[in-house]
């Protein structure tokens, strides 16, 4: 019998500021059962998209992907903040509420054609996922899907991200 996931979601409100509402996955993190069908629901999607390469934004887009990626057999590409990564990189930069970030991916990372999923912890307004996206396409590769354990629906991340497929294991 498949798990509610949202039973792994712990909220905090006022945090880290007054008014959010964080949504910690780290109860789902520590709970191997949990962990493992949420990291399966996405291994399945990724299987259907023919996925060739998995990427993820610094840093619990690596908790998510990685374990994807390892259990398909193919490669997981970081997207790295600023000074995190040696050699050369192609750079794509996204607003943030008081100022602009940007993430960093090794140039020979995604090859020109490959089918890249693109996964994080959570969609938001859409910033870091769209940055990561842009890195993708820089380097030649299709994006075929994006995959998250939590969307907040209320930022309107989809917003920014569409035209591409998508997939939330919970929405809030």
Do not use: W
């Not at 798990?3 to 109860?27: T, V």
């Not at 600023?82 to 996204?94: D, E, M, R």
């Not at 590769?141 to 930022?155: Q, S």
Request: with cysteine.
């Amino acid at each position: 019998m498949a798990l509610d996931l949202n039973d792994y979601i712990a909220s905090y409100k006022d945090f880290p500021e007054k008014g959010i509402m964080f949504r910690d996955i780290s109860p789902l993190l520590e709970d191997g059962q949990a962990y493992k069908q949420a990291t399966d629901e996405i291994v399945n999607y990724a299987r259907e998209r023919k996925v060739d390469m998995v990427v993820g934004p610094e840093a619990r887009g690596f908790i998510v992907g990685c374990p994807v990626a390892y259990d398909l057999g193919i490669g997981f590409a970081p997207a790295r903040k600023k000074g995190k990564l040696p050699g050369k990189t192609v750079k794509a930069s996204y607003g943030l509420e008081y100022g602009e970030s940007s993430l960093y991916l090794h140039e020979g990372a995604v090859k020109p054609g490959q089918r890249v999923l693109v996964t994080d912890d959570l969609l938001a307004t859409g910033g870091t996922i769209s940055a990561t996206i842009e890195l993708v396409e820089d380097l030649g590769g299709i994006v075929v899907g994006t995959a998250f354990l939590i969307e907040l629906a209320d930022l309107h991340g989809r917003d920014k991200i569409k035209g591409y497929d998508m997939l939330s294991l919970m929405k809030y």
